[in-house]
């Protein structure tokens, strides 16, 4: 019955312990660094407020910072979704943060842990962290006019 007992532990308490570890550690080091915290009301946070100070949102199951920022910022949810420009680096913790197409972050990229990143807008700095997959669009290369020009003459009439 120990041994039950002990394997429960070790495969449903213990994740959930690490989990909770890892979200306080990212927690602290935002506001002992400063940062104001923003809280979803419930299990959701949506704003489109641009911050202009170093802020760190906090949300259960999703967030949206839909405003960009004019400061750093933190941002811990299960997912996530940014649009705006983003003027200063970007943190993230949680399961899923997707940057959608014509957001800007104009300097670095943190995963502290995420399973999966989708890129469709643009980092400018580095992205560096953890996670299982970046998902990273490569933007098709513009039409060069004067070769397909030279591609229509070099081919055969019909």
Not at 3 to 25: D, E, N
Request: aromatic residues 8%; charged residues 20%; proline residues 6%.
């Amino acid at each position: 019955m120990a041994a039950i007992v002990g394997v429960v532990v070790l495969f449903t308490v213990w994740p959930m312990l690490s989990a909770w570890s890892a979200v306080s550690t990212f927690e602290r080091t935002a506001l002992d660094a400063g940062y104001t915290l923003v809280q979803g009301t419930g299990v959701a946070l949506v704003t489109d407020s641009t911050p202009t100070t170093p802020t760190y949102f906090r949300a259960v199951d999703s967030a949206q910072v839909l405003g960009g920022a004019d400061a750093d910022i933190a941002v811990s949810s299960a997912d996530a979704v940014l649009d705006g420009i983003f003027r200063g680096n970007v943190a993230f913790l949680g399961k899923e943060l997707t940057i959608l197409p014509g957001a800007v972050i104009m300097g670095d990229l943190e995963i502290a842990a995420a399973k999966y990143v989708t890129v469709r807008g643009e980092v400018v700095g580095e992205i560096r962290g953890e996670y299982r997959r970046l998902f990273r669009p490569q933007p098709t290369p513009p039409a060069d006019p004067a070769a397909e020009e030279q591609e229509t003459a070099n081919s055969p009439s019909r």
